[in-house]
Structures are given as C-alpha cells and as structure tokens.
Nanobody, 121 residues
Framework: QVQLVESGGGLVQAGGSLRLSCAAS????????MGWYRQAPGKERELVAF???????NYEDSVKGRFTVSRDNAKRLVYLQMNSLKPEDTAVYYC???????????????WGRGTQVTVSS
C-alpha cells in the first residue's frame, strides 16, 4: 500500500511564505515524477509544479519565480517552497507521485489527501 502524506499548509498573510512537504511510504520500487497540484473552490485541479527523478522542474506560469519544488530521493520526500504568496494561491494543495510498486509493475499515479493553504489579503 502506497501512501502520500502532505504537511505544512496553513494560514498566512499575503506576501508571506509556506513550505509544503510530502512523504511517500509503503511498497515502492521506484518513484518517477513528483509534484504538486492545487484546487481552489469552484475550480478544477491544476498542476502547480513537478520535478523529475533527475531534478528537472516545471512550473505553472503564475507561480514561476515565487515557488520552488525540490525533492529528496533517498527519503522519498518532495517539497514546495512558496514565497510571495497571494490570495489567489488559496487552495487545497495535493501531492502527486508516479510510482512503480515492483520491478515489473507499470507506473501509476498516487495522490495525497491534500493540505489547505489560505492566503489572507
């Protein structure tokens, strides 16, 4: 059983910073891409940032220059450092990872339960 558990959300004023963490655990052979999505009330879930096993990153346009995604492969962790937060960043943030549970198994997407980030103006 694979689990992704997020932490680090909360309430912050505009201009402030938060750091989200996500830990992967369970039966895991390998982890490919890890990333973060978010879903604001009444909106669809959208990709925020992802990072490949080799460290290549990609960001949604509105967070470029403000958010940084990183990972620790040995500890199966992915982070999202969020700076200069804006009220429009308010959403539930979900961790995502593409995981192979055993050597001959296909890769599958796994999700955390989400952590709330609220930015007040």
């Amino acid at each position: 059983q694979v689990q992704l558990v997020e932490s680090g959300g909360g309430l912050v004023q505009a201009g402030g910073s938060l750091r989200l963490s996500c830990a992967a655990s369970g039966r895991i052979f390998s982890i490919n891409t890890m990333g973060w999505y978010r879903q604001a009330p009444g909106k669809e879930r959208e990709l925020v940032a992802f990072i490949t096993r080799g460290g290549s990153t990609n960001y949604e346009d509105s967070v470029k220059g403000r958010f940084t995604v990183s990972r620790d492969n040995a500890k199966r962790l992915v982070y999202l450092q969020m700076n200069s937060l804006k009220p429009e960043d308010t959403a539930v943030y979900y961790c995502n990872a593409r995981i192979r549970v055993e050597v001959l198994a296909p890769e599958s997407d796994y999700w955390g339960r989400g952590t709330q980030v609220t930015v007040s103006s």
